[in-house]
């Protein structure tokens, strides 16, 4: 069974700041790692995703996410934080099962950037 | 929400009482997948479908049921054996090419009240 675990369920930094919102997963085989941000009463968006490759890796808004293996781990990342970056932040590993893609999301973080 | 909508925004049901969640796409994604929002527990899976005609339960099925005669179309029907149909609803779809790394596309939810 593969689980995603976010250990943080809100995350306050100030505008300006570098920003960091954890993410561990557990998953027998390869991992394939995604980010989602949902503002309030939205649906989900997604930001980045893990595939292969370099460990770090550029998405949309600014985020970056670092993938290290021997941690289980896939942090999402900003170098300087804005107030619009607010909102619920889901991490989620997927993997075929039977055929198809399944996909597991964390409980989610909710990031406050603080003016 | 990048190409898939679901109707209406807000729902209310009284007790005893069937509804029925819209959900299309125009991305022609063969994929389609509900999701249950709940506040602290993430999204878990109610239903997929990988191609038309042909769906499968998720991890809490249990007083929901699907079909899937069109390829753009995939309604969600919260019966009333659904002991605690309050919450968040989200309809998602993906391309189907074999892999497991496909981000999903969401719709804007819809927010179900049982009076």
């Known amino acids: 069974a593969q689980s995603v675990a976010q250990p943080e369920d809100q995350v306050n930094v100030a505008e300006g700041n570098p920003l960091t919102v954890k993410c561990t997963y557990s998953v027998s085989g390869n991992p394939y790692l995604f980010w989602y941000v949902q503002y309030p009463n939205r649906g989900l968006q997604f930001l980045l995703k893990?595939?292969?490759?370099?460990?770090l890796v550029k998405g949309s808004y600014g985020f970056e996410a670092e993938f290290n293996k021997s941690q289980t781990s896939f942090h999402l990342k900003k170098p300087s934080a804005l107030v619009s970056d607010s909102a619920l932040y889901f991490c989620a590993v997927s993997s075929l099962s039977g055929g198809y893609q399944k996909v597991t999301f964390g409980t989610g973080t909710k990031l406050q950037v603080i003016p | 929400d990048g190409g898939i909508t679901q109707s209406p925004k807000y729902l209310f049901r009284k007790e005893g009482q069937n509804v029925t969640l819209s959900c299309e796409q125009n991305?022609?994604?063969?994929?389609m997948y509900w999701y249950r929002q709940d506040p602290g527990q993430g999204l878990r899976l109610i239903y997929y479908s990988q191609i038309v005609n042909d769906f499968q339960k998720g991890d809490i099925a249990e007083g929901y049921s699907v079909s899937r005669e069109k390829k753009e179309s995939f309604p969600l029907t919260v019966t009333s054996a659904q002991k605690n149909p309050t919450a968040f609803y989200l309809c998602?779809?993906?391309?189907?090419?074999?892999?497991?790394?496909?981000?999903?596309?969401f719709g804007p939810g819809t927010r179900l009240t049982v009076l």
């Open positions: 893990y595939i292969t490759g370099d460990n």
């Open positions: 991305l022609n994604h063969d994929a």
């Open positions: 998602a779809s993906s391309p189907r090419t074999g892999g497991t790394y496909n981000e999903q596309f």
